[in-house]
């Protein structure tokens, strides 16, 4: 564990959080691109 | 390894594993402290103007998620797992000297943002006690002011113990600021009746519906992107990324809806209100209510300044030339003095201004993540060279041309150029193919495409991209 003043810029691999999964990619991609999509052509439906 | 960084201070060295301390509690309760605030009204306010309450609402929850998408891609995976802020990751992109240039963003955005919060705490404030006869008509000015230091007090005493500080006091704003909001939406609610706020028409629509809808799209995905500083700053605390996306989401997408929510009901049964629900509370809800709206109006402006301020100083400490020269107590003032002097000397002609100001937040917000996203994802696949990232001696993976990357820079002003193109924010005018997908996301995608076309033929970059320079 390295000091708490003392920058980690030699992390390994294991001190450092996984890379963004593909999966989470999805989760996010589906409720902040999907969802938002659905919402607005379904208003724009409504309202034209 | 050529060089250990010279950082010695905590607030500018990568956090590791066991620095990060935010659950999911923690880092909602600070994205939603950041969120809820009175400009939440305000931008209410603006979509009433052209569509109808359920409409309005949907329609910027909507564009608010988009904004976030581009914005959580950019700036939260590599601030969470490096442990990184906003400023310092910037330095793939645009060279150690060139992120510099995310230091005067950062800081002049932040300090725009705070300083139309303070400029509404203390006006709206001020009349709220002068309504309630607290204070006198004489002593309206002198009541502003003091509300103005007081609030920038108590900012500058939490920002000055830092990310310790902001772990409970976020979600304790939050938790007050909800409390609030949906008494102030009950009121409302029984004062003017469900039936009266669903069918009030929107103040000045353009004809086209979808032209209405396209402009409330942008406003929200400029809102959303109008969150990249604070996002690096508070989710590098994270302990995980699931830790870090969920609340996000939950705190600037879904609660700053419901906070513009108000603004736009608000604004549709009483235009006069401007979105602010708080004088109806002082003037028809009696003490009690009254006094609630006071205390929503301090805690939500004093929870978003307090977020800003941490992230400003936290920028401005990434700036070589500053960072061990200045202590963090030192660069709090310096971050907070300009609010001061704004919200004194020009308020009302700041607070006239939010609306472009709002529009230039997404003219620079969305180049910079469409250029992060695919420099991080795409060209590295989500590898950075740490030394890189903080060593400042020529020759290192991130410094390009004298320190600066150009692919970036002429990547972000064709960006915004592009958004230029289809959208006037001076004006707030719709131009030419702005219909199809507003201004913000093909501003993003055509910075990001530019970025990908000039670092793959820039000789530079592709050094800095050798897998010898990379390391985890």
């Not at chain 2, 609660?255 to 049964?269: D, E, N, R, S």
């Amino acid at each position: 564990m390295q000091h708490r003043d003392s920058p980690n810029t030699t992390a390994p691999e294991n001190a450092l959080h996984r890379p963004l999964s593909w999966k989470q990619f999805w989760g996010l991609a589906v409720v902040t691109i999907a969802l938002p999509l659905a919402i607005i052509i379904t208003i724009e439906g409504v309202l034209s | 390894m050529s060089e250990p960084t010279q950082s010695t201070d905590p607030s500018t060295r990568p956090l590791t594993l066991a620095d990060k301390k935010w659950g999911i509690l923690a880092t909602f309760g600070n994205t939603t402290s950041a969120a809820i605030a009175t400009w939440s009204f305000v931008a209410g306010a603006t979509v009433a103007v052209y569509l109808d309450a359920v409409s309005g609402i949907l329609i910027t929850f909507a564009g608010v998620l988009i904004g976030l998408f581009l914005v959580i891609l950019a700036a939260l995976p590599v601030s969470q797992r490096y442990g990184l802020e906003a400023v310092r990751s910037l330095r793939p992109t645009l060279g150690v000297r060139g992120s510099v240039f995310g230091v005067i963003l950062v800081f002049a955005t932040l300090i725009g943002w705070n300083s139309v919060l303070a400029i509404v705490l203390m006006q709206s404030a001020s009349a709220v006690l002068e309504t309630m006869g607290f204070v006198p008509g004489s002593a309206v000015r002198a009541s502003q002011i003091a509300i103005l230091l007081f609030a920038v007090l108590i900012v500058g005493v939490l920002v000055n113990r830092g990310a310790s500080a902001l772990r409970w006091a976020g979600p304790a704003i939050t938790f007050a600021v909800i409390a609030l909001a949906v008494m102030m939406l009950v009121f409302i609610v029984k004062t003017y009746g469900w039936s009266k706020i669903l069918n009030a028409a929107p103040l000045q629509p353009f004809e086209s519906q979808h032209l209405n809808i396209m402009i409330m799209v942008e406003l929200g995905v400029a809102s959303g992107l109008s969150w990249w500083p604070y996002l690096g700053s508070l989710t590098r605390h994270s302990r995980s990324v699931n830790t870090a996306v969920a609340p996000s989401v939950m705190g600037l997408g879904i609660i700053m809806t419901m906070i513009a929510g108000i603004g736009v009901i608000m604004t549709l049964v009483m235009p006069e209100s401007e979105g602010n629900p708080v004088f109806l509370l002082a003037n028809s809800g009696g003490v009690w209510l009254g006094l609630g709206g006071l205390l929503f109006l301090f805690f939500a402006n004093i929870g978003t300044m307090m977020v800003g301020t941490y992230t400003s100083v936290l920028a401005l400490k990434q700036t070589p030339a500053l960072e061990h020269k200045i202590s963090w107590r030192t660069a709090t003032l310096i971050t907070l003095v300009p609010v001061l002097i704004v919200s004194i000397a020009i308020g009302d002609l700041f607070l006239a201004s939010y609306p472009t100001f709002l529009a230039f937040s997404g003219v620079l917000m969305a180049p910079i993540c469409g250029i992060q996203i695919v420099d991080y994802f795409i060209l590295r696949r989500q590898r950075l060279s740490m030394e890189g990232l903080y060593s400042t001696k020529p020759g290192g993976p991130y410094w390009y041309r004298g320190g600066v990357n150009p692919v970036g820079f002429i990547s972000l002003a064709i960006g915004m150029l592009a958004f230029f193109i289809v959208f006037d924010p001076i004006a707030y005018e719709p131009k030419e193919g702005f219909d199809f997908l507003g201004a913000s996301l093909p501003s993003a995608i055509v910075a990001g495409l530019v970025y990908y076309g000039g670092s793959k033929i820039s000789r530079s970059t592709r050094v800095s991209l050798t897998p010898t320079t990379e390391r985890d």
